[in-house]
């Protein structure tokens, strides 16, 4: 009997592009980060806010400690169970500086998105997490979906039907936040559901800097493009400036695409 050829294993690996700019502010209060954990690889994105240095400060606490909390959560822990502890840490941190750091950092706060990826053997799998108006947006195919719902006044308006999403963008009180890190009283933290990512699939992270001035429909054509995720960041920065953005504007992007490997079993490979 002939033997069929066979089809190369596939698994899938992330390009990864990034880019933050203070914008038309004097200072940039949001902060970029991705690193390694027992749990998976972790990316974020922090929008501080709270005044000249506070909101730096705020910001910047979430990105840098959180990988520590992360990794001394135990490894049985369930791994969005170990981001929402975390997370609750970081905050718990935010609210001591503030209390500590006297009038300069006084009520700082952030927002946060998270991304826990998983390298499993059924493939990659995604899990976000979030409080603010810092958005999660994922493209599959020619169809974007956004996977977080702002924490804002105006995002209230929008479920409640008496504002269109193109309206909350000039809303006034669009900046608004109903939650955020460093925030007295019990800590809300949204999870998304777990996505089993394909090849082709993107993933976006970005502050209101951007989705506060562009709108859905024209993420949507800049992701559409097959560019290297670098080359999209910088496209979407140049989109939130074309669109008269006023905040700082800082944006992760995530591409899937499929990498071959050698099989799990075999005639060993000469050296």
């Not at 004097?26 to 974020?44: E, I, K, M, R, T």
Request: glycine share 10%; proline share 7%; hydrophobic share 40%.
């Amino acid at each position: 009997m002939a033997t069929l050829p066979q089809a190369p294993a596939m698994k899938c690996a992330l390009q990864v592009g990034e880019k933050s700019i203070a914008g038309a502010r004097p200072d940039n209060q949001d902060s970029l980060a991705h690193f390694d954990s027992p749990f998976g690889h972790v990316f974020l994105l922090a929008d501080g806010m709270g005044g000249y240095g506070g909101g730096s400060l705020a910001s910047s606490l979430t990105t840098s400690r959180l990988p520590e909390f992360l990794s001394a959560v135990p490894c049985s822990t369930a791994p969005q169970s170990a981001l929402l502890e975390a997370i609750e840490n970081v905050n718990r941190t935010i609210l001591e500086e503030s209390r500590a750091g006297g009038e300069a950092v006084e009520g700082m706060g952030s927002t946060l998105a998270a991304l826990l990826v998983r390298d499993t053997p059924d493939g990659l799998l995604a899990i976000g997490a979030h409080i603010g108006d810092t958005r999660i947006y994922f493209l599959r195919g020619e169809k974007l979906f956004r996977l977080t719902r702002d924490h804002t006044l105006v995002e209230q308006l929008v479920q409640s039907g008496a504002l269109t999403p193109d309206q909350a963008i000039d809303h006034p009180q669009a900046s608004v936040l109903t939650r955020a890190l460093g925030r007295g009283g019990p800590l809300s933290v949204d999870l998304t559901s777990w996505i089993l990512l394909q090849p082709g699939d993107v993933i976006l992270l970005c502050s209101d800097g951007l989705s506060g001035f562009a709108n859905q429909a024209s993420i949507r054509r800049v992701l559409l493009q097959d560019d290297p995720p670098e080359a999209i960041a910088n496209q979407l920065i140049e989109l939130a400036l074309s669109e008269q953005s006023t905040d700082n504007i800082s944006v992760l992007c995530l591409r899937v695409v499929a990498v071959p490997f050698p099989p799990a079993f075999g005639p060993s490979q000469p050296e």
